[in-house]
């Protein structure tokens, strides 16, 4: 079975500061991958997806980026935090080929100050 | 680019009875139109979807309509119960289900 991890569950940071989170997906190989904002009580902004490693495409420019250093591993970076980043991160995958269905992972919550 | 509107913030029903949800978008491209469920504090789980190919759904309770000249489409629950009380999301992508757009939310509350 498929299952996917985000960490950290929860951050708070410093206006200013890096941040990175991760995902990861195990029980499936060259899953399509994407990252997704969510403002508090708000709807969902997809940020990037990646098909494949090493290429990730960017959705949405809000000073943030996104790498895919291995095939199960998702990563979104910022090296200065602003307030606007406060919300909830959500990590998904998808199949390959045919089925367009996404699976989210749990989130993470991040805080800036 | 796409921009989809889901036009009910909060809907009340009773236990027993239909819930229905609507949304509609934009880009004549979009071909695939998912549905998610959210729990309070948790991530999203997958619903039901329709492609453009089709005009209805149906899985168990859930039934998905899509009207691809009105560009708009909707999701119905049958026979609501309490633990179908969750935030739903509308959403509509074109071409490979890569880049999605989502609608804004209903939350749905599902009283006995």
């Known amino acids: 079975a498929q299952t996917i991890h985000q960490w950290p569950v929860a951050e708070i940071k410093a206006v200013g500061s890096p941040l990175s989170l991760g995902c990861t997906i195990k029980?499936?190989?060259?899953?399509?991958l994407y990252w997704y904002w969510q403002a508090t009580g708000g709807t969902l902004q997809q940020l990037f997806y990646?098909?494949?490693?090493?290429?990730v495409e960017s959705v949405v420019q809000l000073n943030l980026s996104a790498s895919r250093p291995k095939d199960d591993q998702f990563i979104l970076s910022t090296e200065k935090l602003l307030l606007s980043h406060s919300g909830f991160y959500l990590c998904?995958?998808?199949?390959?080929?045919?089925?367009?269905?996404?699976?989210f992972g749990p989130g993470t919550r991040l805080t800036v100050l | 680019g796409e921009k989809v509107e889901q036009h009910e913030s909060t809907l009340s029903v009773r236990e027993g009875d239909s819930a229905v949800i609507n949304c509609t978008y934009t880009?004549?491209?979009?071909?695939?139109f998912p549905w998610y469920k959210q729990e309070a504090g948790k991530g999203l789980h997958f619903v039901i979807d329709?492609?453009?190919?089709?005009d209805r759904k149906q899985s168990q309770r859930l039934i998905v309509l899509l009207d691809k000249k009105a560009k708009r489409f909707s999701l119905h629950i049958t026979a609501t119960q309490p633990e179908d009380s969750a935030i739903y999301f509308c959403?509509?992508?074109?071409?490979?289900?890569?880049?999605?757009?989502f609608g804004s939310g209903t939350r749905l509350l599902v009283s006995p």
């Open positions: 998904a995958w998808s199949l390959g080929t045919g089925t367009y269905e996404q699976y």
């Open positions: 029980g499936k190989s060259s899953p399509n």
């Open positions: 990646s098909i494949t490693v090493g290429q």
């Open positions: 880009d004549t491209a979009s071909s695939y």
């Open positions: 329709i492609r453009s190919n089709v």
């Open positions: 959403a509509a992508s074109a071409g490979g289900g890569y880049k999605v757009v």
